[in-house]
């Protein structure tokens, strides 16, 4: 530890670009810390034993990013494949591709519309509010898709999702509700887009493969706080009222539980993401993730699926999704001051953040802090991380 030129707290994206680019292009040494046994962070993928098939640990993860810098620095790490997603969805027992289309239009109406009368049929419905301002986001959704949409596709999925009626739970969580008047249906609009072809660890293998960068597992940071030498310049991307030892009250995340199931068939739903809709339908979404890899050949004849539940997390559970009330904003902002307040301290990443990130954003804010804030502080430009 004495060795070390700066603590890296967390091995996701985030922690794992800052230390590689400490080592390799400022020579400096890095110790890297994960509580958790494994690197990666929420992005860690395995190999399930019982089918051969990488499962994605903690919730299905895609790559996709129009970051031209990013794209070209995680190349450096890994192959892509051809991988483009579709996602779908159950209501009813029927089967209706996501995000909404024209196909998905249609085939709800049960009639081939252009997409010119398919515009002026949802616009029609989504006007029933009049001029009304949404009170909730029961109407904000309806005042974007109309009715009959939100009713099939929305409403049972957010009650779900939120644990909580649509009717109560505020407006501005949905800013847009993308609707294509195409047929196109490729989930992401993103230009680079693909899986990791070794797998999602992999690439954090590389990552901290460097003689200047050792990792250490299955270490929490507030077990070692107290040997830390003082002027030890650290990077934290665990939860940002963690560190604060929840002085200022407790942010407010929901979580995900995923239920694994192998099931004794080579292909259980034949596409990796199937939505269910129905409210009657206890999960949100089934995952089949050998179809994440349709380019390998999976030898066993059993596949393995995860049936997600969405609820809130409590403080022993992984915090995945920010909720993001008025109130938890407000707490946040009382952190970041007492951080700014705080020397050599560097807060980043998703629970640093308190945002949600997709990982190409995680990554292009790591290297953004390389730049603005771990540059200059090694070369002497700043006196503080
Ligand atoms: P991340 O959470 O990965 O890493 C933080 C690390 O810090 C963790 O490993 C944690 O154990 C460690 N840590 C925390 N406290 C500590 C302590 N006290 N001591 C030591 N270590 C500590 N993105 C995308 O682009 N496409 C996708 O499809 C998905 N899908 C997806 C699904 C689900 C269910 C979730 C929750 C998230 C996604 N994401 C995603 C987002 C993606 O997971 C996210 O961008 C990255 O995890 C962000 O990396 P970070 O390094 O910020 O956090």
């Not at 939120?162 to 993103?190: C, H, K, M, S």
């Not at 597992?217 to 940002?240: E, W």
């Not at 009222?241 to 995900?256: A, K, P, V």
Request: with cysteine; glycine share 8%.
């Amino acid at each position: 530890l004495s060795e070390a030129d700066i603590l890296i707290v967390g091995a996701g994206f985030y922690g794992a670009t800052l230390a590689e680019r400490i080592a390799t292009q400022l020579g400096r040494r890095v110790l890297v810390i994960d509580r958790r046994r494994h690197i990666g962070g929420n992005a860690y993928t395995e190999e399930d034993p019982a089918t051969g098939v990488e499962i994605h640990r903690y919730g299905p993860h895609l790559f996709h990013t129009s970051n031209e810098e990013v794209w070209n620095y995680l190349r450096g790490f890994t192959g892509f494949t051809a991988y483009r997603h579709r996602a779908f969805s159950t209501y009813r027992d029927k089967v209706y591709p996501l995000p909404i289309n024209l196909a998905t239009i249609c085939q709800f109406f049960g009639k081939r519309l252009s997409p010119d009368e398919a515009r002026g049929m949802i616009t029609g419905q989504a006007a029933e509010l009049g001029d009304r301002p949404p009170a909730n986001l029961e109407e904000k959704a309806i005042s974007l898709v109309g009715r009959p949409l939100y009713e099939a596709f929305i409403k049972g999925y957010t009650a779900k999702q939120w644990q909580t009626d649509p009717r109560e739970l505020p407006a501005q969580i949905i800013a847009r509700l993308p609707v294509r008047y195409t047929f196109e249906d490729g989930y992401f609009n993103d230009r680079f887009q693909g899986q990791p072809v070794d797998g999602y660890t992999a690439i954090f293998e590389k990552m901290l493969a460097h003689e200047l960068i050792e990792t250490r597992l299955g270490v929490d940071f507030f077990d070692i706080k107290p040997l830390l030498p003082k002027d030890l310049p650290v990077v934290y991307t665990g939860p940002i009222d963690r560190y604060f030892d929840y002085s200022e009250g407790e942010l407010g995340w929901r979580t995900i539980d995923i239920d694994l199931e192998v099931m004794d068939t080579p292909d259980h739903q034949g596409t990796a993401i199937m939505n269910y809709a129905d409210e009657t339908v206890p999960y949100t979404r089934v995952v089949e993730f050998r179809h994440f890899n349709p380019e390998r050949q999976h030898k066993s004849d059993k596949t393995l699926i995860g049936r997600e539940y969405s609820r809130f997390a409590g403080r022993a559970d992984e915090p995945y999704y920010p909720i993001d009330t008025r109130r938890d904003q407000a707490v946040y902002r009382r952190y970041l001051e007492r951080a700014a307040a705080e020397k050599n301290l560097h807060l980043g990443g998703r629970l640093g953040t308190y945002r949600y990130l997709d990982m190409h954003q995680a990554i292009g804010a790591a290297l953004k802090a390389f730049e603005t804030v771990l540059e200059p502080y090694f070369t002497g430009k700043l006196d503080s991380v």
